[in-house]
């Protein structure tokens, strides 16, 4: 079946570093790759997505480029801020019949001062 | 707009109490699901509808149930509640789905504890 796998948490940075949160996934055929961003005390909300093979999402700085060949999409960011602490939830859906979400386990980003 | 509300936000039942959990979205989308988000485990869906009247199964349907009577509005059942649905409860919603991708639109739970 479909997976997602991402890194554990927590993730710890001093701001203004450089953020990589790694996420694989296990999919037949080609699906649509998505970052999803919990804030506290909020619903999840989506931060980016990808469609096919090599496009790169992107939003607020993050970047995430889809790779087929390694089956990733990792999240990158240049420069971190405090205000970026939150869960990052990578996810896949299929693109043909009806499209559930398949989420990853969730990674915390804490970004201190 | 208000997006997609859920109400209440909080809620404490002790074992074998029942209760409803709403879900209510204003952007006249089709599809509507309800997760829960566990430690560790990420978000789990439980129900899910395609359309008003339709419900279906999702990974961890058991023990509860779910209505769509009218577009707008998804709801999520506890007929006996058990410790083990101690959970944070997220409904999302999303247009009907004929392009590439399928974003949801989440609302902002209910912290849901069963003693």
């Known amino acids: 079946g479909n997976s997602v796998t991402q890194m554990e948490g927590p993730v710890t940075l001093s701001e203004e570093a450089f953020l990589t949160i790694n996420c694989t996934y296990t999919a037949t055929g080609y699906p649509s790759l998505f970052w999803y961003v919990q804030y506290p005390g909020e619903g999840l909300q989506l931060l980016l997505k990808a469609t096919k093979a090599d496009d790169k999402g992107s939003n607020k700085g993050f970047e995430a480029t889809y790779r087929k060949e390694t089956t990733s999409f990792h999240l990158e960011k240049g420069s971190v801020q405090v205000s970026d602490s939150a869960v990052y939830f990578c996810a896949l859906s299929k693109n043909t019949g009806f499209q559930k979400l398949v989420f990853g386990t969730g990674t915390r980003l804490l970004v201190s001062p | 707009n208000a997006g997609v509300t859920q109400t209440p936000k909080f809620r404490v039942l002790k074992t074998g109490q029942s209760m409803t959990l709403l879900c209510a979205q204003d952007?006249?989308?089709?599809?509507m699901y309800w997760y829960r988000q566990d430690p560790g485990m990420g978000l789990r869906l439980i129900h899910y509808s395609v359309g008003e009247g339709t419900t279906a199964k999702g990974e961890v349907p058991d023990g509860y149930n779910v209505s769509r009577l009218k577009k707008q509005n998804f709801l999520l059942g506890l007929e006996s509640a058990a410790p083990s649905q101690t959970s944070v409860y997220f409904c999302a919603s999303s247009y009907e789905v004929k392009l590439t991708y399928n974003e949801q639109f989440f609302g902002p739970g209910t912290r849901l504890t069963v003693l």
């Open positions: 952007m006249n989308h089709e599809y």
